[in-house]
């Protein structure tokens, strides 16, 4: 790719798309931001292919860091947006309150703990995490598009979802 190889790009973006959408839609939440986020995943990295170091990350680590900035690009510029809306909703409130409003609240609150509980694990633990549940990718799948053992990554998913099991002990509880 680094020497202007555009089916070294349709080939790296056959493999990695999938994982990198399903990042980016679990980070921005809108299908089609996270759709923009992934081409510019791409863009970037055809343009920056010749300072891909591989003994700093793989590839996949590469491209997943790419579009974890660019998706957090995408909500801050999104969030932004939110607050001129709210600032002008704020001037002139609305007479009247949504019923659902408390379900929305406390499924906010919850969706907060979960993504708190999924930050506090180490990033390697996260990585599996994110590409399973967020990816919908198998273990042995994640361990072709990482390069990571398949009994590693047995192994950390199973230490992930036990720290994640005793962070969210109480939003487990309530459910029951």
């Known amino acids: 790719m680094a020497a202007g190889d555009e089916a070294a790009l349709a080939a790296l973006y056959d493999r990695y798309a999938p994982v990198l959408l399903g990042l980016a839609r679990r980070v921005v939440g809108e299908p089609a931001d996270a759709e923009e986020v992934l081409q510019e995943v791409f863009i970037h990295a055809w343009s920056r292919a010749a300072r891909y170091d591989p003994a700093r990350s793989s590839v996949a680590t590469w491209l997943a860091l790419i579009a974890r900035s660019r998706a957090i690009d995408r909500l801050r510029s999104r969030k932004s947006a939110g607050r001129t809306v709210e600032a002008a909703r704020l001037e002139s409130p609305p007479g009247h309150e949504s019923p659902r409003a408390t379900g929305a609240v406390l499924a906010h609150e919850r969706r907060a703990r979960v993504a708190a509980a999924l930050g506090d ?10 590409l399973a549940y967020f990816g919908g990718l198998s273990q042995t799948e994640i361990a072709g598009a990482t390069g990571i053992p398949l009994g590693t990554v047995k192994t950390r998913t199973l230490l992930a979802m036990k720290k994640l099991r005793a ?10």
């Open 167 to 176: 962070a969210l002990a109480a939003e487990i509880e309530a459910l029951l």
């Open 121 to 130: 694990l180490p990033p390697e633990q996260r990585q599996v995490i994110e």
